[in-house]
């Protein structure tokens, strides 16, 4: 079965810093990618995905992310994170499945 | 158009209790599933459905049920509710379950078992 590893559980930045959370997989096969947001209380949004072709996506709220196959990888990046970024963010893989990383909480400081 | 709706927002149950998760998409989606969420742990696949009638077993099916009688409901059973049950379910709909589709998900149900 496939798995996702989040490297990092608690990333601190202060506002304008740039951000990358790494992501990898484990299937060989063909993947759909997602990045997921979940605000404070609130339910889980879709940041962005990919499905094929160019390996670099951008999402809302200026996230990007890029898929490495040889490294099975899609990390998620931010130029210059902003108080509001704070959220914790879920990698997900759907090989199917859908399974998800443990996720990695983001705390942007003034 | 509503999307996924699940209901209720928030429940507290006793050790033992019993009760259902309702859960309703309104997008005429195939495949639909729950989730439970713990901190630390990410969102865990409790069961899952391709179609009416077809239901299969996540990584954490043991105390929970779950039906498929329509294509727009797909509730969860908590049979005897546990403490271990504690936890931030949600439930996810896509167009199938194949690979180029985009899951959505419900607002979510927090469950406190005392």
């Known amino acids: 079965a496939q798995s996702v590893s989040q490297h990092n559980h608690h990333v601190i930045l202060s506002e304008a810093a740039s951000l990358e959370l790494g992501c990898n997989y484990s299937?060989?096969?063909?993947?759909?990618l997602f990045w997921y947001v979940q605000y404070p209380g609130q339910h889980l949004q879709l940041l962005l995905k990919?499905?094929?072709?160019?390996?670099l996506v951008k999402g809302i709220k200026g996230f990007e992310a890029e898929f490495i196959k040889s490294k099975f990888s899609f990390n998620l990046r931010k130029p210059s994170v902003q108080w509001s970024d704070t959220a914790e963010y879920f990698c997900a893989v759907n090989a199917p499945p859908l399974v998800f990383g443990k996720g990695t909480r983001l705390s942007v400081i003034a | 158009n509503a999307g996924v709706t699940q209901t209720p927002k928030f429940q507290v149950l006793k050790t033992g209790q019993s009760m259902t998760l309702q859960c309703a998409q309104d997008?005429?989606?195939?495949?639909m599933s729950w989730y439970r969420q713990d901190p630390g742990m990410g969102l865990r696949l409790i069961h899952y459905?391709?179609?009416?009638?077809?239901?299969d077993q996540g990584e954490v099916p043991n105390g929970y049920n779950v039906s498929r009688s329509t294509t727009e409901d797909f509730p969860l059973r908590l049979l005897s509710a546990a403490p271990s049950q504690t936890s931030v379910y949600f439930c996810a709909s896509s167009y199938s379950r194949v690979i180029n589709t985009e899951a959505f998900f419900g607002q979510g149900t927090r469950l406190t078992v005392v």
């Open positions: 997008m005429n989606h195939e495949y």
């Open positions: 299937y060989g096969g063909t993947v759909n």
């Open positions: 459905s391709v179609g009416a009638g077809i239901t």
């Open positions: 990919y499905f094929s072709g160019d390996p």
